[in-house]
C-alpha cells in the first residue's frame, strides 16, 4: 500500500498492512532543509520542498502542511509579526469594535491575501509531485471560534463570553469566522489537498468550560462537519489541551478524524472515538519527540499503537514538533510504528 491508500484506508474504516503515520512537522521539516522560518513561509517552492523531503526521507505516508496559526486571521486585517526564526503570529486585534470587526469578516478576502495563495500553490504543488504516492493534509487554521477570538482580541473575546448581553453580537462575529473559515476547506480542497484540518486551539477545556465549548464552538464545528460532507471534503479536528471533559461531545460530531494532544487520557479516547472518529496524534511533541531520548520516543509510540489496538489510527505527534526535534528520535518512531 502507498501512504496515501494507508490513511485513506483507515480513514474509510477499511484494513491496512500497517498503522500510517505522519508528522505535524512543518517547523522541522524547514529545519532539516536548511531554511529559516522566513524563507520557508514565503515560497511554496520551498514549502513543497520542504515536506517532501522530510515524508520521503523518514517515510512518511502523509503530509501535514502548515505554515503557522494565523493565516485567516492575516486575510481578514489581524496585524501579524513575522519573525525569522519562527512562525508569524498575531499581535493584536483587527479591530476593537465588534460590529466594524463583524463587517470585516469575508471570505473573499482569503483569495486576496498573498500568504493564502502560496499556501494554496504549495497544497497544489506537493500534490503534483507525490500524486497518490502520499496523502496530503491542508490545515486551514483557524476554525470560527479561534478566528473570532484572534481577531477581536482575547481579553475582550473572553470578557464578551461571559455576559450575556454581549451574546448575540458574539455568536454573530462567530457566525461571519465560520464562513471565512468554510471557505478556506474550499479553496485547500480545490488546490488538491486529499484531506483538511483545522485547529480550534483556544476552545479546549483548558482555556473555556464545557457549557461554553458548547454554546460558542461545538454548534460551529457540528456545522462545519455537515456542510464539508455535503461537499466530500473529509477533516481533522485539532483541540489544543487536555479533551476529557469534551471527548464525548467532539466525538458525536462525527468527523473523519480528531487529532487529539497527549495530555488527554488516550485509554478513554480510544474507547470513546471507537466507530465515530479515527485518532491522529497523540504523542507529545515537546516532552517525547524534542527532549526525549530514541528509547522513550520508543517507549510512547509503542503505548499508542497497544492502546489503539493498530486499529483506527494515524499515529503521529499530537501537535507541532519543534525546530531541531532530533532525527534519531524520528527515526525511533517510524521503526516503532513499522515493526507493530
Ligand atoms: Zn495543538
Do not use: W
Not at 225 to 230: C, G, M, N, R, Y
Amino acid at each position: 500500500m502507498t501512504g496515501y491508500e494507508r490513511i485513506t484506508a483507515v480513514i474509510n474504516g477499511k484494513k491496512t498492512d500497517r498503522v500510517p503515520m505522519m508528522l505535524h512537522n512543518f517547523m522541522a521539516a524547514a529545519g532539516e532543509a536548511g531554511m529559516s522560518m522566513g524563507e520557508y513561509r514565503r515560497s511554496p517552492q520551498n514549502i513543497a520542498k520542504a515536506h517532501i523531503a522530510a515524508a520521503r526521507k523518514y517515510g512518511l505516508d502523509g503530509i501535514l502542511l502548515d505554515i503557522d496559526t494565523c493565516m485567516e486571521a492575516d486575510a481578514i486585517g489581524v496585524p501579524i509579526d513575522f519573525p525569522d526564526d519562527e512562525p508569524a503570529r498575531a499581535i493584536g486585534a483587527a479591530s476593537k469594535d465588534i460590529d466594524a470587526l463583524i463587517e470585516l469578516m469575508t471570505p473573499d478576502k482569503l483569495l486576496k491575501n498573498d500568504r493564502i495563495k502560496i499556501m494554496l500553490e504549495a497544497v497544489y504543488l506537493i500534490k503534483k509531485e507525490v500524486g497518490n504516492d502520499l496523502l496530503v493534509r491542508g490545515n486551514c487554521d483557524q476554525m470560527a471560534f479561534s478566528l473570532a477570538m484572534l481577531s477581536y482580541g482575547m481579553s475582550d473575546f473572553m470578557a464578551d463570553l461571559l455576559d450575556e448581553d454581549c451574546e448575540e453580537k458574539i455568536l454573530q462575529l462567530i457566525d461571519r469566522a465560520y464562513a471565512v473559515h468554510l471557505e478556506y476547506h474550499k479553496l485547500m480542497h480545490q488546490a488538491g489537498a486529499d484531506l483538511t484540518s483545522f485547529g480550534d486551539s483556544s476552545c479546549g477545556p483548558d482555556l473555556i468550560s464545557r457549557d461554553c465549548y458548547m454554546k460558542f464552538s461545538y454548534p460551529f464545528q457540528k456545522r462545519l462537519q455537515q456542510d464539508l460532507e455535503k461537499m466530500n471534503i473529509k477533516t481533522v479536528c485539532h483541540i489544543c489541551g487536555n479533551l476529557d471533559n469534551i471527548i464525548e461531545d467532539v466525538a458525536e460530531i462525527r468527523f473523519s478524524a480528531i487529532e487529539v494532544d497527549y495530555k488527554t487520557n488516550i485509554h478513554n479516547a480510544a474507547k470513546v472515538l471507537d466507530g465515530k472518529s479515527v485518532m491522529f496524534g497523540p504523542i507529545d511533541p515537546s516532552g517525547v519527540f524534542y527532549f526525549g531520548t530514541p528509547q522513550r520516543v520508543a517507549e510512547e509510540t509503542q503505548k499508542v499503537l497497544e492502546a489503539f489496538d493498530g486499529k483506527r489510527l494515524v499515529i503521529g505527534a499530537g501537535c507541532a514538533l519543534p525546530t531541531g526535534t532530533p532525527k534519531a528520535n524520528i527515526r525511533a518512531f517510524t521503526e516503532t510504528v513499522k515493526n507493530f
